[in-house]
């Protein structure tokens, strides 16, 4: 076995056991990852619980299932304001203190749908980050929907991409082109700054 050179978080906020497109993808890309010739060691933090299923298993691979539900749902606004703020914050919190022992060589947002998460982190930790953007909701459902939740997220999106990553990747072309277009407003001296790649 080769001897790992380094390890990498990875936030995925879809996860075994769920089955969705996201689900599926992330750990497609995590099961790339962990076979990777150089002997990376993946740290895979999620929200969704394993309930009755076996952990997902994959040498080199371990999964840290945050509690981040709330215990508020008597009254309507207080599950919306734990999603938008306490939740961001206690991911954040775990992922600080786990880099704190396991000192991640950058850390891996598997989608840009939750920016406070990223933009919550110790700023060393932050500047290693590298946000993989796909289709649909953190794209053209953010960009063109309607609604103040929109609105909101399509502004935090974009100011976390324009102040605080310096990686961006993204799942075909299209996506870069996406980003530079309507989160980036093509500034170029902006987009120069920037790093980008495709992921598949």
């Known amino acids: ?76 606004i207080l599950p919306a304001l734990w999603n938008l703020f306490a939740k961001p914050w206690l991911a954040a919190r775990a992922m600080a203190n ?17 920016p406070l998460i990223l933009r919550l982190l110790p700023s060393q930790l932050r500047a290693r980050a590298v946000v993989r953007l796909h289709a649909c909701m953190e ?3 953010v960009v063109w929907g309607k609604g103040i939740v929109l609105g909101l997220r399509r502004h935090l999106i974009g100011h976390v991409l324009r102040r605080h990553v310096q990686f961006i990747a993204a799942t075909t072309r299209h996506y870069i082109g996406f980003v530079r277009k309507w989160y980036l407003g093509e500034d170029e001296l902006l987009i120069a700054s920037k790093r980008f790649c495709v992921v598949e």
Do not use: W
């Open 1 to 76: 076995m080769t001897e790992s050179k380094y390890r990498v978080a990875v936030y995925c906020p879809d996860f075994y056991p769920r089955v969705s497109g996201y689900s599926l993808a992330f750990q497609e890309l995590v099961r790339g990852l962990a076979t990777h010739p150089s002997g990376i060691e993946l740290d895979v933090f999620t929200p969704i619980p394993l309930t009755a299923e076996q952990e997902f298993a994959q040498p080199g691979v371990r999964v840290i299932r945050l509690n981040l539900r709330s215990r508020f749902t008597r009254v309507r």
């Open 139 to 141: 794209t053209e459902v």
């Open 98 to 114: 786990e880099h704190g022992q396991r000192d991640y060589r950058f850390v891996l947002f598997e989608t840009i749908e939750e």
